[in-house]
């Protein structure tokens, strides 16, 4: 796995959110990167993953990318491939990217579940920081007192002196929460203050799911049709 920049911002927040529960860190950080119009300034790459080249609007979308939002100093990192036995390689590469910029702070975005989830009308939110974080507590979001948490950013908090920070929102399915990702992205808007117009918020959250649904099932099929393949050659 190897980290390639093309530019190198100073002292930003890094914004990550990857395949999980929910897809709520996917979903929310594709938001993120197309209402902020960051550009693309570096990628992740690693021969482990699927080779699958998804085009959107006549673009590469690369797998593993880099953005970089120049107004508010944030580098967004997201997945929109399979990531499943890279987590600890991600994680190696997210502490790299933050020391080579020297990074104020990280924040992963994920999607959870809780045993009080149904019992309110509106999803949760909560917050983990390794540094103590009080901002978020102060704008109302409960502190995660007990849960697992899974994937990059369960490497993320294993590993020692990073400044992260972790926003989850409760999630009811598998599949891509796009109103679980929209709960999540209204607490970086209060939190770092992007303004985001949160009329359209719920109708662009289900474009992203919408076209979140179709690029995992074409990487599914793909995937599928790559394995019948070796199949019929070996059989």
């Given at each position: 796995m190897e980290l390639k920049l093309n530019s190198k911002p100073n002292s930003p927040i890094i914004i990550e959110g990857?395949?999980?529960?929910?897809?709520?860190?996917?979903?929310?950080?594709?938001?993120?990167?197309?209402?902020?119009?960051?550009?693309?300034?570096?990628?992740?790459?690693?021969?482990?993953m699927l080779p699958i080249a998804a085009i959107h609007k006549e673009m590469i979308i690369e797998p593993l990318g880099i953005f970089y939002d120049k107004s508010h100093n944030i580098v967004l990192v997201h997945a929109l491939g399979?990531?499943?036995?890279?987590?600890?390689?991600?994680?190696?590469?997210?502490?790299?990217?933050?020391?080579?910029?020297?990074?104020?702070?990280?924040?992963?975005?994920?999607?959870?579940s809780s045993p009080t989830m149904g019992l309110n009308k509106e999803l949760q939110s909560y917050v983990y920081s390794t540094s103590q974080n009080k901002k978020l507590e102060k704008l109302g979001v409960q502190s995660l007192k007990e849960g697992v948490v899974v994937g990059v950013s369960g490497a993320l908090l294993l590993k020692d002196k990073?400044?992260?920070?972790?926003?989850?929102?409760?999630?009811?399915?598998?599949?891509?929460?796009?109103?679980?990702?929209?709960?999540?992205?209204?607490?970086?808007?209060?939190?770092?203050?992007?303004?985001?117009?949160?009329?359209?918020?719920?109708?662009?959250?289900?474009?992203?799911?919408?076209?979140?649904?179709?690029?995992?099932?074409?990487?599914?099929?793909?995937?599928?049709?790559?394995?019948?393949?070796?199949?019929?050659?070996?059989?």
């Open positions: 990857f395949p999980g529960l929910g897809f709520v860190g996917t979903i929310a950080v594709e938001f993120l990167i197309e209402h902020l119009n960051a550009k693309l300034i570096g990628k992740i790459e690693s021969k482990e399979n990531i499943t036995g890279l987590e600890w390689s991600l994680a190696e590469k997210l502490a790299e990217l933050s020391k080579i910029l020297k990074a104020k702070e990280i924040i992963s975005l994920e999607g959870v990073l400044p992260l920070t972790c926003i989850f929102s409760e999630t009811k399915t598998g599949m891509p929460d796009s109103r679980a990702a929209a709960n999540v992205i209204k607490v970086i808007d209060q939190y770092l203050g992007l303004k985001v117009d949160y009329k359209p918020l719920m109708k662009k959250a289900d474009e992203f799911e919408s076209k979140l649904k179709g690029l995992v099932t074409q990487a599914k099929e793909a995937t599928n049709q790559k394995t019948k393949k070796e199949l019929d050659y070996f059989g």
